[in-house]
């Protein structure tokens, strides 16, 4: 890798940052298709680095193999985050979603299938909200809130589109009242990071997440989610 041949010619250090496990890559992620050589050429710089950081503890154990690795948790920027903490929050129903993109995440929310109709009919004060992801609610089936309006606020007062900047996400999580974080059991998940349930949390949204290695150390049961 050039950049890490150049480094170690100036004596410059060298980090390669990384939170997701390119060893496994399951078929329903886009990212699966990414050219073997394109891998190939980052398992090689990550050789030639001088150190690997990595997000959850079980990326920097599966790397370890190329380099010496440390955990650098992912983190909240407080800028983007504090100056919506405390926005109103007037509504008629209970609001239980999920952010995200959904061709990234499509076998993930297969969990949804089996218990979404039912509960939905069985809490006629509950709404679905998927929030930056259209298709989600057409794939599902369901009526529901496609993406909660932005109120005004501290940055912006922009209403709602389909894409959004990422300093738009806290307002749009502060319409929730319940997250969903649904992973698929794979090695691919279980090495990412429990970044979504700390978004939710920021917002004072309690997280409800698959049992992977990340969210049963993250997830208080009862104080931040289940």
Same mark, same amino acid.
């Given at each position: 890798n050039?950049?890490?041949r150049?480094?170690?010619?100036?004596?410059?250090?060298?980090?390669f940052?990384?939170?997701?496990?390119?060893?496994?890559i399951?078929?329903?992620n $886009?990212a699966? =298709?990414?050219?073997?050589?394109?891998?190939?050429?980052?398992?090689?710089?990550? *050789?030639? !680095? #001088? @150190?690997?950081?990595?997000?959850?503890?079980?990326?920097?154990?599966?790397?370890?193999?190329?380099?010496?690795?440390?955990?650098?948790?992912?983190?909240?920027?407080?800028?983007?985050?504090q100056?919506?903490?405390?926005? $109103?929050?007037? =509504?008629?129903h209970?609001?239980?979603?999920?952010?995200?993109?959904?061709?990234? *995440?499509? !076998? #993930? @929310?297969?969990?949804?299938?089996?218990?979404i109709?039912?509960?939905?009919?069985n809490?006629?004060?509950?709404?679905?909200?998927?929030?930056?992801?259209?298709?989600?609610?057409?794939?599902?089936?369901?009526?529901?809130?496609?993406?909660?309006?932005?109120?005004?606020?501290?940055?912006?007062?922009?209403?709602?589109?389909?894409?959004?900047?990422?300093?738009?996400?806290?307002?749009?999580?502060?319409?929730?009242?319940?997250?969903?974080?649904p992973?698929?059991?794979?090695?691919?998940?279980q090495?990412?990071?429990?970044?979504?349930?700390?978004?939710y949390?920021?917002?004072?949204?309690?997280?409800v997440?698959?049992?992977?290695?990340?969210?049963?150390?993250?997830?208080?049961?009862?104080?931040?989610?289940?």
């Open positions: 050039p950049v890490a150049s480094g170690a010619r100036g004596r410059t250090t060298v980090v940052d990384v939170d997701d496990w390119f060893a496994g399951p078929g329903y $886009p699966s =298709r990414l050219p073997d050589e394109m891998i190939a050429n980052m398992h090689q710089a990550m *050789r030639e !680095a #001088d @150190l690997i950081t990595c997000s959850t503890p079980e990326l920097a154990e599966g790397y370890s193999v190329l380099n010496r690795t440390v955990v650098l948790p992912n983190y909240l920027n407080p800028e983007i985050w100056p919506w903490q405390d926005m $109103p929050r007037v =509504r008629s209970i609001h239980l979603g999920w952010a995200g993109a959904f061709h990234w *995440r499509g !076998a #993930d @929310l297969e969990l949804f299938k089996p218990w109709y039912d509960f939905l009919d809490h006629p004060e509950v709404r679905f909200a998927a929030i930056g992801c259209r298709e989600l609610l057409e794939w599902v089936g369901i009526d529901g809130l496609t993406t909660p309006q932005l109120p005004a606020g501290p940055k912006t007062s922009e209403r709602n589109r389909d894409l959004h900047p990422y300093v738009h996400l806290p307002a749009m999580l502060g319409n929730l009242d319940i997250g969903l974080v992973l698929v059991h794979n090695r691919f998940n090495a990412k990071s429990h970044c979504k349930g700390m978004e949390n920021a917002m004072g949204v309690p997280a997440a698959s049992p992977s290695r990340e969210y049963r150390s993250f997830i208080r049961p009862g104080v931040n989610g289940l």
